[in-house]
């Protein structure tokens, strides 16, 4: 029991790991040259409210397994829910800090709260319990899918990628320009 305990609880951590092994190097180089609004959570706070919603979320789908009495076909819809949204929790930091995507990362993140709040419905025949462990993390990406949406808006992507291809021309230019000199 305490083993399947620990294993659930553990496993949204391991794409939080990954995360962070993507943000690290974002968050003190791009990150800080977006637009942010002013109620942004500061960001000593993400790595604490992750860990605690992680481990909500983890524990209320061991729950909701034993309750089902494992990985039977009564699982499949809120476990698959569960694994779906998931799998969309784990993709976000990629296309936000990775690719550095805002519209993608906003389409994706409104995509993910709707498949938490699906989650939430069919978990909630099943354990209550589990249920109201995931309210934080729906009420938590409800704040992320409204910075989100103030960071696209605020940070207009064309004009980043046109002056990426600029500097990118000049570059080609200088180089090409130090090849005819030699």
């Not at 305490?2 to 939080?16: D, E, K, N």
């Not at 809120?78 to 993608?104: C, D, E, M, R, V």
């Amino acid at each position: 029991m305490w083993l399947q305990i620990a294993g659930f609880t553990a496993l949204p951590h391991l794409g939080g790991l990954y995360g962070v092994y993507i943000t690290r190097k974002e968050v003190n180089t791009w990150y800080p040259t977006l637009k942010k609004p002013s109620w942004r959570p500061p960001n000593k706070a993400f790595p604490v409210v992750w860990t605690c919603l992680y481990t909500g979320m983890g524990y209320g789908s061991y729950l909701v397994w034993k309750e089902l009495g494992g990985f039977t076909e009564d699982a499949l819809v809120p476990l698959g829910l569960y694994g779906t949204q998931l799998a969309l929790n784990w993709a976000w930091t990629p296309i936000f800090f990775g690719a550095h995507k805002l519209k993608w990362s906003l389409i994706e993140i409104v995509l993910l709260t709707g498949t938490v709040g699906a989650t939430m419905m069919s978990w909630y025949p099943i354990s209550r319990t589990a249920t109201m462990l995931l309210a934080p993390y729906l009420g938590w990406l409800c704040l992320a899918t409204s910075l989100n949406y103030c960071i696209w808006r605020d940070n207009p992507e064309e004009k980043e990628e046109k002056r990426r291809l600029e500097e990118k021309v000049i570059f080609q230019q200088v180089s090409l320009g130090r090849l005819l000199v030699i």
